[in-house]
């Protein structure tokens, strides 16, 4: 089988709409609609006050998050070259723009999974900060959803016939035309399809049986179900790169491809993904570090708490006020409304 999908969907003057694109739109899209209905249940509602919207700020907050900590982290470990060696005769502030310029060009570069997640835990770990919220409350219900990220952008990589994998035998082999030898087609892993299914549908699985057994059983305490899903990311990510051409991109250590006998940039970023995250787990399940560290945090910032939380009562006193305002209006507007239609009725 050959993999020849047109990146774009369609093209209006020179701008492409394309699948990859689409496919992080509609992770956006899935996104927010299972954080709005989660962050409304009750028993979450009762053990975590937010503010009003606050599903949108999550959205808003990753989404930079994870668009700034990717790029960044691809260009400063896989392709440092590209802003450390300027290109020639460019000098001065011209030279500095182009630097800026290469950072932000996404279209000619690419971005990293373990820098997004990077990216996305510092910008909604300070939003936390900012709500005095615990960030592991909320990051073991998001973390749930993130694996349909996953399967959507691995989806779009197929698509677009890029991260193809190693040459293989095997008779779901796929021809990926960008990868030709030579110009000569030879058959390989389509590991993002491996990627989509171990990454994204195996691990969403895993992750909804434990939210829902934790929401009816409450066994597991703050931030295990985050680290569960750093664990296995760091698991399936490990193996699949077994198959998974390496990437272009050496960083500053790699020749050729490989490091450290044998093991690809990725696969020592997975690996240190599950030596993080094992003694996590513990600190997480027996320790209740987690839960420990932000009663600490809730106690020194008590007086700033009460205060948000004051401001936050008149807020929403304000807004029912409002809703019950336009409630009135709308009922006068009806009642009008029906007079007039029976006016019109009589004078027939």
């Known amino acids: 089988m050959t ?7 369609f093209t209006i003057g020179n701008f492409e709409v394309r699948w990859y694109g689409l496919m992080y739109v509609i992770g956006l899209v899935l996104a927010l609609f299972y954080l709005s209905k989660r962050f409304k249940r009750k028993d979450f509602i009762d053990e975590v006050k937010l503010p009003v919207d606050f599903e949108w700020d999550v959205i808003l907050w990753t989404a930079v998050g994870i668009l700034v900590g990717a790029r960044l982290f691809f260009i400063l470990v896989y392709d440092p070259k590209s802003i450390l060696i300027p290109d020639a005769g460019l000098k001065g502030f011209t030279a500095v723009w182009n630097v800026l310029y290469k950072i932000i060009n996404i279209r000619n570069g690419g971005l990293s999974f373990h820098g997004g997640l990077l990216g996305v835990v510092i910008a909604t770990s300070l939003l936390m900060r900012y709500y005095y919220i615990n960030f592991y409350k909320v990051a073991d219900i998001a973390v749930v959803i993130a694996p349909v990220g996953l399967f959507l952008g691995r989806i779009g ?10 040459p293989t035998n095997l008779p779901w082999g796929m021809i990926f035309p960008n990868a030709d030898i030579g110009g000569q087609a030879v058959l390989r892993h389509p590991s993002q ?9 195996i691990t969403f699985l895993i992750l909804i049986f434990m939210d829902r057994y934790n929401r009816k059983h409450k066994k597991f305490k703050s931030g295990f179900i985050f680290w569960s899903f750093i664990f296995l990311y760091g698991f399936f990510r490990f193996f699949i790169e077994y198959t998974r051409e390496p990437d272009q991109y050496y960083g500053w250590l790699i020749k050729n491809g490989f490091v450290l006998g044998g093991l690809t940039m990725g696969q020592i970023l997975c690996l240190l993904m599950v030596l993080i995250s094992v003694p996590m787990l513990i600190l997480a399940q027996k320790c209740n570090y987690f839960d420990k560290r932000y009663a600490k945090f809730v106690e020194k910032n008590k007086d700033r708490i009460k205060k948000r939380e004051e401001k936050y009562k008149i807020y929403m006193l304000q807004e029912e006020e409002k809703r019950k305002i336009h409630e ?7 009642v ?3 007079k007039l239609n029976k006016k019109k009725k009589k004078n027939r």
């Open 3 to 9: 993999v020849n999908i047109n990146p774009a969907i």
């Open 157 to 166: 990589n197929f698509i677009n016939g890029e991260l193809w994998g190693r």
């Open 193 to 201: 399809l491996y990627e989509a299914l171990f990454e994204g549908l």
């Open 328 to 334: 009135k209006e709308k009922v006068k507007k009806l």
């Open 336 to 338: 009008a409304q029906q």
